[in-house]
C-alpha cells in the first residue's frame, strides 16, 4: 500500500452554537458534551480537487476516508511544529468525519491533560492569527494518473494527521475552530462571515451617526441651559425690583399716614437701610422720627428772636454796607 501525505495552508478556532440551538450533526453534538475536558477542533480533512503535490481524492473515495479515519490520531513535535511528520506524536483523535459537498468536514478531540502546554500552543497560535497548518497521511492501494498530470487516489485509507509548517492543499483544508468548552459546534460559511461583517460595519456607522446627533443634541442643550439660566437671573431680578418697589411704597404711605412727610430724595438715599428693616425696626424708627420732630417743633415754638427797628436809624446810614449797619444798631440799641 502506497502512502500520501496532504498539508493545509492554514489553522483557525472553532465556533460554537450556543445551548438549545439545532446542530446538523446531533451525533458529535453529542459527543462534544460527554467530556469537556478535551479541546475539540473542527476542520476540513480533504477536498476533491487537486493538490499543490498534483494529488487528489476523487469523491467516490470519501467512504473510505470517512471510515477509516475515526480515531486516528491527530500529532505534533514536543514544544513545537516541525516542519515535516518527523518526531510527531499523538496529541489527540479524530471522533466524527462526514461528506459535506465536495469536502470532508471533521472533529478531533485535542487532549489538553496529556499535551498540555501543545495544546495551548495551538489554541494561542489560532487565536493570534498565527494559523498552524496540517497534514493528512492517506494510504492507498491504487492510483490513475490523468491527462493533465494530476494522481487520482484509490482505495484510500487515513492514517492520521499532524501539525506541520509545510502545505500542500492551499489553505484548503483547515482545522477552523477549536475550543474547550462543552458546546455544540457551529458551522461558519464564508457567507456568514461576510454578512456578519457588514452588519458590524452598518453598526459602526449607525453608532457613528447616533454619537454625532448625541453631541450635537448636547451642545443645543448646553445653549438652552444657559438661555433658561439668563431667563430665571431676569425672572429673579424682575421680582425683586417689583417687590422692592411694592415694599418701599408701602413704607412711604407707613411714613405719611405718621405724619412725616419726606420727599423723595430721602427714600432714594434711604432705600437699602428702609428694605432692610424688620417690621418691628420700621414701627421704631417711625416713632422715634415722630418724637423727634414734635421736640423740634416745641423747641423752634418757645424762642423768640426780636428784630430791631431798622426804621428809626439815621437816613444818613449806609443800608448797603454791612458794616456800618452793624455799627449803626450797636450805637443805637447797646448801651
Request: zero cysteines.
Amino acid at each position: 500500500m502506497n502512502r500520501a501525505i496532504f498539508t493545509t495552508k492554514q489553522l483557525e478556532l472553532v465556533q460554537y452554537k450556543l445551548e438549545g440551538e439545532e446542530s446538523t450533526d446531533g451525533e458529535a453534538v453529542a459527543a462534544l458534551s460527554l467530556n469537556p475536558s478535551y479541546m475539540w477542533a473542527k476542520f476540513i480533512l480533504t477536498d476533491d480537487k487537486p493538490n499543490e503535490n498534483k494529488q487528489r481524492v476523487p469523491k467516490e473515495e470519501f467512504a473510505n476516508l470517512i471510515k477509516s479515519g475515526i480515531f486516528a490520531p491527530v500529532k505534533m513535535m514536543f514544544g513545537r511544529i516541525n516542519e515535516t511528520h518527523d518526531e510527531a506524536h499523538p496529541l489527540g483523535v479524530i471522533t466524527h468525519l462526514r461528506d459535506i459537498g465536495d469536502k470532508i468536514e471533521g472533529i478531533a478531540a485535542l487532549w489538553t491533560r496529556e499535551r498540555e502546554e501543545d495544546v495551548a500552543l495551538i489554541k494561542d497560535l489560532v487565536e493570534t492569527g498565527q494559523y498552524p497548518q496540517l497534514s493528512w497521511e492517506i494510504m492507498f492501494d491504487n492510483s490513475q494518473t490523468e491527462e493533465d498530470g494530476i494522481e487520482t487516489l484509490k482505495d484510500t485509507t487515513l492514517r492520521g494527521i499532524t501539525l506541520v509548517s509545510m502545505p500542500a492543499y492551499a489553505g484548503r483544508t483547515p482545522i477552523f475552530a477549536a475550543a474547550s468548552k462543552n458546546s455544540a459546534v457551529e458551522d461558519i460559511r464564508v457567507e456568514e462571515l461576510e454578512l456578519l461583517k457588514k452588519q458590524l460595519e452598518d453598526t459602526n456607522v449607525g453608532l457613528a451617526e447616533k454619537d454625532a446627533k448625541v453631541s450635537e443634541l448636547s451642545a443645543a442643550l448646553e445653549v438652552k441651559d444657559s438661555e433658561l439660566i439668563e431667563l430665571r437671573e431676569f425672572k429673579a431680578s424682575v421680582v425683586k425690583e417689583r417687590e422692592e418697589s411694592e415694599k418701599l411704597a408701602a413704607i412711604k404711605t407707613r411714613f405719611s399716614e405718621a405724619g412725616l412727610n419726606k420727599d423723595e430724595s430721602f427714600f432714594s438715599e434711604k432705600k437699602s437701610l428702609l428694605l432692610g428693616l424688620t417690621e418691628e425696626a420700621l414701627d421704631f424708627m417711625v416713632q422715634e422720627m415722630i418724637s423727634f420732630a414734635s421736640v423740634t417743633k416745641e423747641t423752634k415754638a418757645s424762642t423768640k428772636i426780636e428784630l430791631p427797628n431798622l426804621s428809626n436809624l439815621e437816613d444818613n446810614a449806609q443800608y448797603d454796607d454791612p458794616k456800618a449797619l452793624g455799627l449803626a444798631l450797636r450805637e443805637k440799641y447797646i448801651k
